[in-house]
């Protein structure tokens, strides 16, 4: 099935559904039914069971030009109430950027943008005068990026993942050498990381994947002490990440900032996102775009 024809019988009917039974009621009772506000207002949704596996952030009309979630406010998600007023509550730290990629991954596709995105990072970083610590290839081990995160109040991820359809706890990224599991992960306290963009990649030809590796890792990276993190609800294609990577680091990294605010995140992703959708790119590549926290 081709991209457009997987929008048309499948997307579609799923965002058209989520829009009548979820997101309109809520943005009704809330008193949101226009999109003419110079900035939009933020809501967080928290939803369980099958439905967190659903992008309500995207729901939406999609007929006659009526305003959907996405021209109407500003959403992330979160995991638990509790897991947000914790965000909210812990301690500010000044930037020290983690950047992690793994272009070659043994069982894996190559991720041939991963020093591409790592230079976007780096040219970030230095508008603020910053020198990000660099985990590349066979740096990035499990033990390695464990301890290094920790130690650091930014993070950015470029692997690949996989999502344990039986053991969630068993769900991880794939790094040198070994997995970094989200049972791992949280055990580690990540109270001093601010903010984490998990960059999703294309799987290799063939491979099924369920469509929600990194909002479970997202949220299990919430669970343990991360404030605001970007991710993917399934995999996209190497042109969108970048395109998006550069424009929420552009925000956030901008000229004139000295130190960045993970809470202008989800914002920055808005904005991003929505360039992607004004450029004509395909629903597929900009619907798995999502905030997680603050």
């Not at 000295?258 to 809470?263: H, I």
């Not at 991003?272 to 999502?290: H, Q, S, Y």
């Amino acid at each position: 099935m081709g991209v457009r024809d997987f929008e048309n019988v499948i997307l579609l009917p799923i965002l058209r559904d989520l829009w009548r039974t979820v997101a309109s009621p809520v943005l009704a009772h809330l008193s949101i039914d226009s999109a003419s506000a110079a900035k939009p207002p933020r809501i967080w949704w928290c939803p369980t069971g099958p439905l967190a596996f659903l992008p309500i952030h995207a729901a939406g009309p999609y007929e006659d030009g009526r305003p959907g979630v996405p021209d109407l406010v500003v959403s992330s998600y979160i995991s638990t109430l509790q897991s947000v007023l914790r965000a909210h509550s812990a301690p500010p730290a000044l930037l020290s950027m983690l950047a992690v990629g793994l272009p070659e991954t043994p069982n894996f596709s190559p991720l041939p943008a991963v020093q591409k995105e790592l230079a976007t990072i780096q040219r970030a970083c230095e508008r603020l005068a910053h020198t990000p610590t660099r985990l590349v290839g066979p740096a990035a081990t499990p033990l390695a990026v464990s301890r290094a995160l920790a130690q650091h109040s930014w993070l950015h991820l470029w692997c690949h993942a996989y999502q344990d359809a039986v053991y969630a706890f068993d769900s991880a990224f794939c790094m040198h050498g070994g997995s970094l599991t989200l049972g791992a992960l949280m055990q580690l306290d990540l109270a001093r990381v601010q903010f984490a963009f998990l960059s999703a990649c294309l799987t290799s030809a063939g491979e099924a994947r369920l469509p929600d590796e990194c909002i479970h890792l997202a949220a299990g990276m919430q669970f343990a002490g991360v404030r605001s993190a970007v991710a993917t609800l399934w995999a996209v294609d190497d042109r969108s990440a970048a395109f998006v990577t550069e424009r929420v680091y552009g925000q956030l990294m901008r000229d004139g900032v000295e130190d960045p605010d993970p809470r202008e995140a989800a914002e920055a992703l808005h904005a991003a996102v929505g360039a992607l959708k004004n450029a004509g790119r395909p629903m597929v590549f900009w619907v798995p775009f999502i905030h997680v926290g603050l």
